[in-house]
């Protein structure tokens, strides 16, 4: 192994390609990396560490570092490789002077990025209390029923498929399957309003109501399907529910190896929630949508933020800052 020292390089061989490249900090050195990280050090009469710094996360230095071919991903970068790239080195005095115009720079994006996700984190810990501060539950089988229509697979059928992100992350399309590439006999035709789960990883927020976009896909039995009884329950007071932690806390598995067992539908509805009247739960959901509103723009500025670093490392290894 070798052992680290403040202002080295290490590199990852397997990942430099995207972005694995880092130059050691004081809270690293004296720590040891595997042979599977080349460490070098700095000429320092002909780089300056801070213009290193930057110039490692260049995504278009990655870019140089990526190796050919097909498998791409199973190959390594190997320090030869690493020391043979050509990259923009100025005099020491003008790699400076960008260095300290890029340090004021990210410095400003990071204070941006540090209050999106304080204000990220303030959402979610509102969503909670407003959950946490309502006295009536009740059992979900008081609002949700078990909606499994299922229909025969046709091996010379194509069927659109749905899955589930986790942490409450919504739906996500799958590939079109043909009937006859699937080990499946049966699947579930969703409709919009409903409700899906995972059976595996509902305890990790894979709940999710339907929207427009995802009805008449198709989902395995592995993803039991509800219908929501509209006189007991708002459509998107439930949504914000399914996103819930705590809810999702509720769903966990008890016992040894629980990663593996599965939450059934049973267990879903079994589950207390919050439940107030239809007005309040429709008074409570419009103040949350309002809140993922203000999240959603916050994500978004969170990806400008994103696009503004890679533009400011360009314009500076390109002479235009």
């Known amino acids: 192994m070798a052992r680290l020292k403040t202002g080295q390089i290490v590199m990852s061989k397997l990942n430099a390609w995207e972005g694995g490249l880092a130059v050691v900090g004081e809270d690293f050195s004296d720590t040891y990396v595997s042979p599977e990280y080349p460490v070098f050090s700095v000429d320092e009469k002909r780089a300056q560490s801070a213009y290193v710094k930057h110039l490692l996360a260049w995504p278009r230095l990655w870019g140089r570092l990526t190796p050919r071919g097909s498998m791409v991903q199973r190959k390594r970068t190997t320090p030869a490789t690493f020391l043979a790239t050509c990259v923009p080195l100025p005099d020491p005095v003008e790699q400076n002077r960008i260095a300290g115009r890029l340090d004021a720079a990210m410095h400003r994006i990071a204070q941006v990025d540090y209050l999106k996700g304080t204000s990220n984190n303030l959402i979610l810990q509102y ?122 806390a509720r769903l966990t598995p008890r016992g040894s190896m629980f990663r593996r067992k599965r939450t059934t539908p049973a267990t879903l509805l079994a589950t207390e929630v919050p439940l107030p009247s239809l007005s309040e739960q429709r008074r409570i959901a419009k103040q949350l949508t309002l809140a993922r509103r203000v999240a959603e723009g916050s994500a978004a500025q969170v990806e400008q933020l994103a696009t503004l670093r890679r533009a400011l490392l360009d314009a500076a290894f390109s002479g235009r800052l």
């Open 127 to 248: 969503a909670d209390a407003l959950f946490r501060s309502i006295k009536q539950t009740a059992p979900l089988a008081e609002v949700l029923l078990v909606d499994d229509k299922f229909v025969d697979v046709e091996s010379d059928s194509t069927y659109p498929v749905t899955g589930i992100c986790s942490f409450g992350r919504d739906l996500i399309r799958r590939p079109v399957i043909q009937g006859s590439g699937t080990a499946y006999t049966r699947f579930v035709q969703i409709q919009a309003g409903q409700i899906v789960m995972s059976k595996l990883n509902a305890w990790e927020g894979a709940l999710a109501v339907v929207g427009g976009d995802f009805a008449d896909t198709y989902v395995s039995p592995e993803y039991p399907v509800f219908s929501l009884i509209e006189s007991a329950a708002d459509s998107e007071y439930l949504e914000h529910l399914l996103a819930w932690p705590e809810l999702w």
